[in-house]
């Protein structure tokens, strides 16, 4: 019954300690950043996904699920999403859950996923009768924010690095 519990696999091995200083550096950084620039200009530059972005961020960078693609592109379309079907459906239960079934879908389509963005049409969904979300939402927090982890990542991932980050850029204008 607990096999599930005390498998035989065994763990991911723990990472240097260089790395684990990485992360450390890494997120706070960058989310000081964020809060520090919306403070600064008055804009919304961060929001509850970009936690998890900077796990992958700092912990897997070398993930797919971690290159500037998948999180420019992932957070941009799955709130672009969450926003569509606010806007044309409203928050309610088949409309949440079919807004993230579609940014899912989108994503794997556009070949940007990241699973922190998969929780952008519920922010924007479950917090809808709080917060009144206008289609610059868009560019405040999300493409802001998601351009500036981006940047922050690069230059903390790229300091006395064994590999370099990222595997690869937007990829816009790659084949197939």
């Not at 990485?22 to 620039?37: C, E, K, N, P, V």
């Not at 079907?85 to 994503?107: D, E, R």
Request: aromatic share 10%.
């Amino acid at each position: 019954m607990f096999s599930i519990f005390m498998g035989k696999e065994k763990l991911a091995p723990r990472p240097a300690y260089a790395d684990i200083l990485r992360g450390l550096i890494g997120g706070t950084l960058s989310i000081a950043l964020l809060l520090g620039l919306g403070q600064w200009s008055g804009h919304l530059w961060i929001m509850a996904p970009f936690g998890a972005t900077c796990v992958l961020l700092y912990a897997v960078s070398q993930s797919p699920l971690a290159q500037p693609r998948n999180i420019i592109l992932g957070h941009f379309v799955s709130a672009l999403i969450g926003l569509v079907f606010l806007k044309i459906l409203g928050s309610h239960f088949i409309s949440i859950a079919l807004a993230v079934g579609c940014a899912i879908a989108l994503m794997q389509l556009l070949r940007c996923v990241h699973p922190p963005a998969g929780a952008n049409p519920l922010v924007i969904l479950l917090t809808a009768q709080s917060v009144n979300y206008s289609w610059g939402f868009l560019i405040f927090p999300v493409l802001t924010g998601a351009v500036a982890l981006v940047a922050i990542a690069w230059l903390v991932n790229n300091i006395k690095a064994s590999q370099k980050w990222p595997l690869y850029g937007l990829g816009f204008w790659q084949s197939k």
